[in-house]
């Protein structure tokens, strides 16, 4: 492990909602605290993950002298796109205000794989989304620990483009590193529907360079290519400048018959932190 754990030494500082081009961003490579700007280590132990260390020391001990709260306190959120990011998650929060120290885990997550919001973000960018897939299929994707303030954040950065979806270790495996179930995650589902092949009607694989997915868009769609071409960093441009040119796109996706309704999310409907 590398003496400096800043996100810029370890080459995890790009911000995809500032460079729309880098998305979906660098995620979280090993169990790991955010701190805002440092990535530091968690030693997993057999324990429950408040009790895994941090420079040999307790996360939660860690959190509680930080003035945090600890991760029975704290809401799991399953991310598939940007916010598995530590260096977009900490843009979101400390843009707000909001303290960034963060605890953020690979799992290996069933059933459930990456694809392509049917949608243009505010950054100009086309942002993944989950969908359901072969129950017995398997993704590795970041979990985060987000306490109350944390949470109505990331939520406000999410609706309306995603709605929260809860999904239960039952039906996803969601096993810590350290052997520990998870009861359930929360999730944030496309609004739009997801993105399918053309001429196919399967999804269209997400979590891939951003800039070889606009390609393939806009090589698909003359409408597309007017509209946003003639190619990736001219789409981000024209995108990022008008709502209109991006509702536009949206519209588009439609029109092309690319788009799949996903069904199979429950819409979360109310509970508690810490599951």
């Not at 370890?10 to 490579?29: E, H, K, S």
């Not at 260096?87 to 997550?109: E, F, N």
């Not at 086309?126 to 954040?153: G, H």
């Amino acid at each position: 492990m590398p003496e400096d754990l800043s996100l810029a030494a370890l080459g995890l500082d790009v911000v995809p909602a500032l460079r729309p081009l880098a998305y979906p961003g660098c995620p979280a490579p090993w169990p790991a605290l955010l701190t805002g700007d440092e990535l530091l280590p968690l030693g997993v132990r057999a324990l429950p993950l408040g009790r895994w260390s941090v420079a040999g020391r307790a996360l939660d001990d860690v959190l509680g002298e930080r003035g945090q709260a600890p991760v029975g306190r704290r809401h799991p959120v399953i991310a598939v796109g940007s916010n598995a990011s530590p260096a977009q998650v900490a843009y979101k929060l400390l843009r707000r205000g909001i303290s960034a120290a963060v605890p953020m885990v690979p799992v290996t997550v069933r059933g459930i794989a990456v694809g392509c919001s049917a949608h243009i973000a505010r950054a100009g960018y086309v942002a993944a989304a989950p969908y359901r897939a072969d129950p017995a299929a398997e993704t590795s994707l970041v979990v985060s620990w987000l306490d109350e303030e944390q949470f109505r954040a990331v939520d406000e950065t999410e609706f309306p483009n995603y709605r929260r979806a809860l999904i239960t270790g039952d039906d996803s495996g969601l096993v810590l590193p350290s052997g520990e179930k998870l009861d359930g995650a929360y999730l944030y589902v496309s609004s739009f529907g997801i993105l399918t092949e053309p001429g196919a009607g399967t999804p269209r694989p997400g979590g891939g360079p951003q800039a070889t997915l606009l390609a393939s868009l806009l090589k698909a769609s003359p409408r597309l290519r007017d509209l946003l071409g003639p190619d990736p960093a001219s789409w981000v441009r024209r995108a990022a400048a008008d709502p209109a040119v991006r509702e536009s796109g949206a519209r588009v996706f439609g029109e092309e018959s690319w788009v799949l309704r996903q069904p199979g999310f429950l819409p979360y409907a109310g509970g508690a932190a810490g599951l």
